[in-house]
């Protein structure tokens, strides 16, 4: 296996450990842990890749950052009873900077179909 190739396994082996461990705290707003983590099969859903680029520009936002966002690695939906949660690996750069190289991060929309709204409630950094 190529260095490349096992730097990559080793993230994205880190990525899933935290993804198990990383969210298991309950929200206040109504999107609790009620069933199961299902894997995306489609990552390049137009949708999904909206969710995804929003928790860029929304952690942009709020820690004043200047990531740019430039693909899923890894994503998981679950159904709830007020909207949905979503869980990513997303490879970002900062902007400015050589694009080619990203960092990866996990975050966690959750979208509320009840008001058709979305909110970042997580953006945590893996191999910074």
Do not use: C
């Not at 970002?92 to 966690?108: F, K, Q, V």
């Amino acid at each position: 296996m190529a260095l490349g190739q096992y730097q990559f396994f080793l993230l994205l082996s880190a990525a899933l450990l935290l993804l198990t461990g990383v969210f298991a705290d309950g929200e206040s707003d109504g999107s609790a842990d009620t069933g199961d983590w299902t894997p995306i099969k489609n990552l390049k859903n137009p949708h999904v890749h909206e969710l995804a680029e929003y928790a860029v520009t929304a952690y942009n936002y709020q820690a004043r950052k200047h990531l740019k966002f430039h693909s899923i690695v890894y994503g998981e939906i679950k159904w709830l009873p007020r909207g949905t949660n979503y869980r990513f690996v997303i490879a970002a750069a900062i902007d400015g900077e050589n694009l080619t190289i990203t960092n990866s991060y996990i975050a966690r929309v959750f979208e509320n179909i009840e008001v058709g709204d979305k909110t970042l409630q997580a953006f945590t950094p893996i191999n910074e």
